[in-house]
């Protein structure tokens, strides 16, 4: 199971840092991936990150202003999103996958996930 938090209501340009936290095993064995619904669009894979940490892939929308991370000794993952604009209003989720492949990471929007949490808004708005 997964549970996404740190969303919340944010101005232009400003910063929020997501956390998704796993529980009832490890995630060693899984790559995670962020993505995000806003009403009206399309569910987007903004971003990855492999098993080990070592790669990372980004959406072009947020290339640049955020950056993906992870603890694997605590099971979390996170999410660091700068320089927020109204375009990342969304519901923001993470998701995993097993892989062997613990290098590589793939970003993917709930097609090929093992599973993910209920999702985090944010707004961003002034």
């Known amino acids: 199971q997964l549970v996404e938090s740190g969303g919340g209501l944010v101005q232009p340009g400003g910063s929020l840092t997501l956390s998704c936290v796993a529980s009832?095993?490890?995630?060693?064995?899984?790559?995670i991936s962020w993505f995000r619904q806003a009403p009206g669009k399309e569910r987007e894979g903004v971003s990855c990150?492999?098993?080990?940490?070592?790669?990372?892939k980004y959406a072009d929308s947020v290339a640049g202003r955020f950056i993906a991370s992870r603890d694997n000794a605590k099971n979390l993952v996170f999410l660091q999103m700068t320089n927020l604009t109204a375009e990342d209003t969304a519901t923001y989720f993470c998701?995993?996958?097993?892989?062997?492949?613990?290098?590589?990471?793939?970003?993917?929007?709930?097609?090929?996930?093992?599973?993910w949490g209920q999702g985090t808004q944010v707004t961003v708005s002034s």
């Open positions: 998701g995993a996958y097993s892989t062997f492949v613990r290098t590589m990471c793939e970003r993917r929007a709930t097609r090929g996930l093992d599973f």
């Open positions: 009832g095993g490890t995630l060693d064995y899984y790559a």
């Open positions: 990150i492999s098993a080990t940490g070592t790669n990372t």
